[in-house]
Structures are given as structure tokens and as C-alpha cells.
């Protein structure tokens, strides 16, 4: 299968080249050409590996990754092309913070709404599913960091999109992701990520994830 | 130690109950005289409980827990008289909750601020601890209900008013709150706290809670 991710960051490095090393064609898509970190990702990650701009990794995937920050998402998408982006199934890992001595969300983005709604918004064509976002990038990729189970959340107004999502969720080690419904519910998931820094200042290991314990 | 509860709802009557229990003096106030529930409550649990109104609670306690709904809990303490809460510990309990088909945080109320916090700048004389707000009633005081741990987070500017509700959970079978520092943190557990409902509607079961998995 061939995949775009928009964004260079490290979550952007981690999804790109778990998706290489399971022999997926990736291509990491940059703001402009000639990036360097998406030139290195490349060059380390062999023939399955390629780089570009947004409007290129958007292109050539068939599933596409938003691994950009949130408060700049709808912009990168932009960028990206809804013609490009058009049909496919989006995979929206960002959180739209605001950084500061305390984090906090963009307004015009949470609450009543969410990154996760804006985007499907914008990009009607596109089949947009939140996931993996509550979590450091090391543990989105290979949850078995932490020897104890715990959960990834996913939620998608398109529910063929949203079971395509999870069978990747499973090539990464997730074994059953929970499934929240439709895509507002990406609000409660991005209002979560938020707890993720108070607890690291607490653990000062970033190691660590969020579990819903039933009976 | 004596108690003040305000509020008489479920989480008021699980709070009242638990302490009286224990063998505390508890006074439960509503937000008016000849409220049937809390004659009802104080009927029902012997001598050791009585009821009136929110000030005669707030002026019965040397704690005070704050059990009313969110939204409306500035209101409540009002009632109850800043110079009835002036010098003592406030347990903080309430989300500031907008139902709806989807939930929403007040937004005066969030993100940038919390209930918590609010409460805390409107009674500066009073000591806020923000706790017990991401369960169901019923595990904040038996959280064995659940045969596996999982956390209950505790923050205030007070750090001796969170010693002595460390030690109030630990009474309710807490062995290790999860100290997440200052109150403006609050704004992140009331956040976490509105994941809770998107979760029950996949569980139909109220009984689970947020756990932090770490190594």
C-alpha cells in the first residue's frame, strides 16, 4: 500500500518509517522542497522511502497521515490539495495546543468542535479517522514499550475508513483498539492529550499511555 | 472531623455516606430548606448525619466538598457564604459540564481556566483541592469496585489542604493519588472528564476509569 504523511516532525519520522519497515511505499511530504529532514528520512529508509512536499506525499498515498501540528493542520492540508486528498482515508494524529506554561486548545477548534470535525469539514471528499493521538510518537508505532496493555482511541463518521484504520492500528500492536463512534468524539480524545503533559511532569518519562479499566 | 456536603445528588449522597460511615459528622445542604432528598439522606443514616442548606452545611464542615454540577457550582458556593468556607479545605468534585447530544465544557469555565481555579480566585480564603471528578460516584468512595487499579488525580495551589485529602482518599481505599500539582492541572482532568461519556456509551456500563499504564 502506498502512503503520504504530511508533516516532518518526530511523529511524522516514527509513523513514516514503521510503515517503510513493514514494506509499506511511503512518501514524507515537507511545507516546502528540499526539506532536510525529510531528505535524511529518505535517504536512511531505503527504495521504499521518498520525499516531497505536502501536495506530493498527498499524491502518492493512498492513505494519508496529518502528522502536523494542530493549531497549523488545516493549513498544511491546504497545502496539500483537496483534489489530492480527495477519496482517500485521512488519518488525523494532531492535537490542535496551544503551548505556553500551561497547554491549552485552540478555541475555534475544540470544545464544541474538534480538529478531527474541522478537517472532514474543509475536506468533505476525504474520509477522515482520528487515532493515536493521546500517546508519545515512540508508543503509536509499538505500544509494547509499556509491558501493561493500554488503549488507543479511534473515531470516524466513515466506518469503512474507520475499519481500514484499524487494521493498520493492528499491524503497529495494537490488538483491540477502542472504537468511540463518530468523529466528534475526536473533542474528548484531543481534550485527553492535553492530560498527557501534567502526568509527564509527574513521571519525567514520556514512556506512559492512558487505559480504560473495566471489570 | 465534621463535614459539609454540597449537593444532594448521586455524588453528594455517596460522598455523605461514605464519610458517615467512617464515622464522621455530616451536614449535606441543598439549595433549600426541606430539600426530600437530604431529609431523606439524613433520615436514612442515623445520628451522625444532619441536613439544612448550603450555608448550613459550608458553616457545619471543617471540609467542605463541593458536589454540585459544575455549571452551577459558583452559584452554589455563593449561597453558601464565603465567609462559611473562609480558612477551610474545599473539595472540588464538579465538571462544569454543557449537555447536550455531545457534551461541552462552559467555556468561561475551560481551557484556559478551570472550575477549579474559578472557585479558588472568587474564595481566596479558601483552601480549593481538585479530585474525584474522572469516575462514577460509586468508585470515588469504593474504588475495589474495579479489580484492577486505576487512578484518581488530586491538584491545588494548598499543598497541606492536598495532604489531608490524600489522606481522605486514602480512607475511601486511594492508595496513591496520582499528584498532579497545582490547581490550574484541573483544567486538564476536567477535560479528561468528558471522555467519560463516549466511553460509557461503547461499555454500557458505568463502572470503569482512567488508569496511567507506565513502566
Redesign the interface.
Known amino acids: 500500500m502506498k502512503f503520504g504523511i504530511i508533516g516532518t516532525g518526530d511523529v511524522a519520522g516514527a509513523i513514516a518509517t514503521k510503515l517503510v519497515t513493514l514494506g509499506h511505499e511511503v512518501n514524507m511530504g515537507a511545507r516546502s522542497t528540499n526539506n532536510e529532514k525529510a531528505k535524511e528520512w529518505s535517504k536512511l529508509n531505503g527504495a521504499l522511502a521518498s520525499q516531497g512536499t505536502f501536495k506530493d506525499a498527498a499524491s502518492f498515498g493512498d492513505i494519508i497521515f496529518n502528522c502536523t501540528g494542530g493549531a497549523v493542520s488545516l493549513d498544511a492540508l491546504e497545502m496539500a490539495g483537496s483534489e489530492n486528498l480527495s477519496g482517500k482515508v485521512l488519518v488525523d494524529i494532531a492535537n490542535p495546543l496551544v503551548r505556553g506554561e500551561?497547554?491549552?486548545?485552540v478555541?475555534s477548534l475544540?470544545?464544541?468542535t474538534s480538529l478531527g470535525e474541522e478537517i472532514q469539514k474543509k475536506f468533505s471528499d476525504t474520509k477522515v479517522v482520528k487515532t493515536l493521538n493521546t500517546m508519545h510518537y515512540s508508543l503509536m508505532v509499538e505500544p509494547s514499550?509499556?509491558?501493561?496493555?493500554?488503549d488507543v482511541f479511534v473515531?470516524s463518521d466513515h466506518e469503512d475508513a474507520k475499519e481500514k484504520v484499524k487494521e493498520i492500528l493492528n499491524w503497529f500492536g495494537w490488538e483491540a483498539p477502542?472504537?468511540?463512534?463518530k468523529l466528534?468524539?475526536a473533542?474528548?480524545?484531543e481534550?485527553?492529550s492535553?492530560?498527557w503533559?501534567?502526568?509527564f511532569?509527574?513521571?519525567h518519562?514520556p514512556?506512559?499511555?492512558?487505559?480504560?479499566?473495566?471489570?
Open positions: 500551561y497547554l491549552s486548545l478555541p475544540s470544545n464544541t514499550l509499556l509491558k501493561e496493555k493500554h473515531c477502542v472504537d468511540l463512534g466528534p468524539n473533542r474528548y480524545t481534550m485527553l492535553t492530560v503533559r501534567p502526568v511532569q509527574l513521571t518519562d514512556i506512559f499511555a492512558f487505559k480504560i479499566v473495566r471489570n
